[in-house]
C-alpha cells in the first residue's frame, strides 16, 4: 500500500526546505551589496532567475532631493516618497520604470530556485530585502515620552526610571491585549525617553495608539504614588500623527532587526516637548480618518473618542484597581487648552493640552499640567 499522506509530507518538507535555502541565499547576496550599510535597497521586483533590486548608494536619496526650484524639489521627493512608501515589491515593468526615472541601473541576484507567485514567499522576501533599504509613511500616529531631570539623577535612578517607563508601557499592551485590542508597538530610545509607534497603520492603529498613551499614564501615576526614592520617573509626553522615513540601523556587518523613524511626525514631537514642563500632555494639531468615521479629524476629537473607548472596556484593571471614569479637563465651550509655542530656533508652532481627571477604584488621579 502506498502511503500517499507520508508522501505529501515529505514533498512539504522538501519545498519548505528549498524555500528556506531560496530565502538565505537571498539574504547572503544582499549583504554583500549592503556592504556595511554603504548601499541600500528602493525597491525589487521577482525574475524567473532570481530578482532585480534598485540598489543605490545611502546618500543617493539626499543628492536627488537637492534640487534649486522649489517645485522641482518638491516632485523629486514626491516620487521617491511613492516608490518607498510601502511594500518595496514592485512589477517587473515597475522598477524598469523607476530605474529609468532615477537614472540607475537594476542590479541582478541570481538564486538556486524562483521566488514564484506565492504570496506567503514574497511576502518573507519582502521582509528580508527591506531590511536593507529605507521605507517612508505618510500618515502614522507616534509617541514620545521624555523623563524630567533626566540628567540630574544618579545612573542606576537613571537605569531605574528607564525600566518603570519599558514596564508601564508594557503593562498597558498586556491590558489592551486582554480587552481584543492589540497595539503592535515598536519603540527607539532618545536616551532619556522613548519615540513609539504602531507597525500597524490606519485609523484603528492610530487611535488605538492615543488610548495606549493614556493607559501608560495612568499606570505611571499610579506607580509613582507607590514609589520611593526617584525609581519613577515624571515624564512629559506627546502625541501627533504624521509622516515619516523608517530606517534599519547597521549593527557591524549585518542590519539591525530593529528600525528606527525620522521625519516631520518626529521634528514636530521633539519641538513641542522642547518646552514642556514636567508632567504635561501635549496633543499635535494634525488632522487624519477616525474609524467608521466620514472626513478627517484633530486632536480634540481624537481624545473623545479614545476616552469613550477606554470607557467601553470590561474589567480593564490597574494596579488592581478598576478604571471607573476618564474625563478630559476643558473650558466651558468643551475645547481643550490651546498652547503657542516658539522652539529654540524661533520658529512658532500650534499645539493642544491635555489634562485628564481620572477616577480609579480605591484613588482619584489628575493627570497633565496647566
Request: hydrophobic share 40%; glycine share 10%; aromatic share 8%.
Given at each position: 500500500?502506498?502511503?500517499?499522506?507520508?508522501?505529501?509530507?515529505?514533498?512539504?518538507?522538501?519545498?519548505?526546505?528549498?524555500?528556506?535555502?531560496?530565502?538565505?541565499?537571498?539574504?547572503?547576496?544582499?549583504?554583500?551589496?549592503?556592504?556595511?550599510?554603504?548601499?541600500?535597497?528602493?525597491?525589487?521586483?521577482?525574475?524567473?532567475?532570481?530578482?532585480?533590486?534598485?540598489?543605490?548608494?545611502?546618500?543617493?536619496?539626499?543628492?536627488?532631493?537637492?534640487?534649486?526650484?522649489?517645485?522641482?524639489?518638491?516632485?523629486?521627493?514626491?516620487?521617491?516618497?511613492?516608490?518607498?512608501?510601502?511594500?518595496?515589491?514592485?512589477?517587473?515593468?515597475?522598477?524598469?520604470?523607476?530605474?529609468?526615472?532615477?537614472?540607475?541601473?537594476?542590479?541582478?541576484?541570481?538564486?538556486?530556485?524562483?521566488?514564484?507567485?506565492?504570496?506567503?514567499?514574497?511576502?518573507?522576501?519582502?521582509?528580508?530585502?527591506?531590511?536593507?533599504?529605507?521605507?517612508?509613511?505618510?500618515?502614522?500616529?507616534v509617541l514620545l515620552f521624555d523623563i524630567a531631570e533626566f540628567?540630574?539623577y544618579t545612573p542606576f535612578e537613571q537605569a531605574s526610571q528607564?525600566?518603570?517607563?519599558?514596564?508601564?508601557?508594557?503593562?498597558?499592551?498586556?491590558?489592551?491585549?486582554?480587552?481584543?485590542?492589540?497595539?503592535?508597538?515598536?519603540?527607539?530610545?532618545?536616551?532619556?525617553?522613548?519615540?513609539?509607534?504602531?507597525?500597524?497603520?490606519?485609523?484603528?492603529?492610530?487611535?488605538?495608539?492615543?488610548?495606549?498613551?493614556?493607559?501608560?499614564?495612568?499606570?505611571?501615576?499610579?506607580?509613582?504614588?507607590?514609589?520611593?526614592?526617584?525609581?519613577?520617573?515624571?515624564?512629559?509626553?506627546?502625541?501627533?500623527?504624521?509622516?515619516?522615513?523608517?530606517?534599519?540601523?547597521?549593527?557591524?556587518?549585518?542590519?539591525?532587526?530593529?528600525?528606527?523613524?525620522?521625519?516631520?511626525?518626529?521634528?514636530?514631537?521633539?519641538?513641542?516637548?522642547?518646552?514642556?514642563?514636567?508632567?504635561?500632555?501635549?496633543?499635535?494639531e494634525f488632522q487624519a480618518n477616525l474609524p467608521n468615521r466620514?472626513?478627517?479629524?484633530?486632536?480634540?476629537?481624537?481624545?473623545?473618542?479614545?476616552?469613550?473607548?477606554?470607557?467601553?472596556?470590561?474589567?480593564?484593571?490597574?494596579?488592581?484597581?478598576?478604571?471607573?471614569?476618564?474625563?478630559?479637563?476643558?473650558?466651558?465651550?468643551?475645547?481643550?487648552?490651546?498652547?503657542?509655542?516658539?522652539?529654540?530656533?524661533?520658529?512658532?508652532?500650534?499645539?493642544?493640552?491635555?489634562?485628564?481627571?481620572?477616577?480609579?477604584?480605591?484613588?482619584?488621579?489628575?493627570?497633565?499640567?496647566?
Amino acid at each position: 500500500m502506498v502511503d500517499k499522506s507520508g508522501q505529501l509530507r515529505r514533498r512539504q518538507g522538501e519545498s519548505g526546505s528549498q524555500r528556506a535555502r531560496i530565502l538565505k541565499q537571498l539574504e547572503q547576496s544582499l549583504r554583500k551589496h549592503w556592504r556595511l550599510g554603504q548601499n541600500m535597497v528602493l525597491c525589487w521586483a521577482p525574475d524567473p532567475k532570481g530578482v532585480l533590486t534598485l540598489m543605490v548608494p545611502h546618500y543617493f536619496l539626499g543628492n536627488l532631493t537637492a534640487g534649486e526650484g522649489s517645485g522641482e524639489l518638491a516632485e523629486k521627493e514626491q516620487f521617491v516618497s511613492a516608490v518607498i512608501g510601502g511594500s518595496c515589491l514592485k512589477s517587473h515593468g515597475e522598477i524598469f520604470s523607476i530605474a529609468r526615472r532615477l537614472g540607475v541601473s537594476t542590479s541582478f541576484i541570481k538564486l538556486d530556485g524562483v521566488l514564484g507567485e506565492d504570496p506567503e514567499m514574497l511576502a518573507a522576501a519582502d521582509a528580508i530585502i527591506s531590511s536593507y533599504g529605507i521605507s517612508y509613511v505618510s500618515s502614522r500616529a507616534v509617541l514620545l515620552f521624555d523623563i524630567a531631570e533626566f540628567s540630574l539623577y544618579t545612573p542606576f535612578e537613571q537605569a531605574s526610571q528607564l525600566n518603570s517607563l519599558s514596564y508601564s508601557m508594557n503593562s498597558a499592551y498586556s491590558k489592551l491585549q486582554r480587552q481584543g485590542v492589540d497595539v503592535n508597538f515598536a519603540r527607539t530610545t532618545t536616551g532619556d525617553g522613548y519615540y513609539v509607534w504602531n507597525r500597524d497603520q490606519g485609523a484603528y492603529p492610530d487611535l488605538d495608539m492615543l488610548s495606549f498613551l493614556l493607559l501608560i499614564l495612568i499606570d505611571n501615576a499610579v506607580a509613582r504614588g507607590q514609589a520611593s526614592g526617584n525609581t519613577v520617573p515624571v515624564i512629559r509626553s506627546a502625541f501627533h500623527i504624521g509622516s515619516h522615513y523608517e530606517l534599519f540601523q547597521a549593527e557591524g556587518v549585518n542590519p539591525s532587526v530593529l528600525s528606527y523613524i525620522v521625519g516631520d511626525v518626529t521634528i514636530a514631537l521633539a519641538r513641542m516637548l522642547e518646552s514642556g514642563r514636567a508632567g504635561q500632555i501635549i496633543l499635535g494639531e494634525f488632522q487624519a480618518n477616525l474609524p467608521n468615521r466620514e472626513g478627517v479629524f484633530g486632536a480634540q476629537e481624537f481624545v473623545a473618542q479614545a476616552i469613550a473607548e477606554l470607557k467601553e472596556l470590561n474589567k480593564l484593571r490597574i494596579a488592581g484597581q478598576s478604571l471607573t471614569d476618564i474625563r478630559a479637563v476643558t473650558s466651558q465651550e468643551g475645547a481643550l487648552q490651546t498652547l503657542s509655542m516658539v522652539d529654540k530656533h524661533g520658529m512658532a508652532l500650534e499645539a493642544l493640552n491635555l489634562e485628564l481627571e481620572i477616577e480609579l477604584s480605591d484613588e482619584n488621579l489628575r493627570l497633565g499640567v496647566r
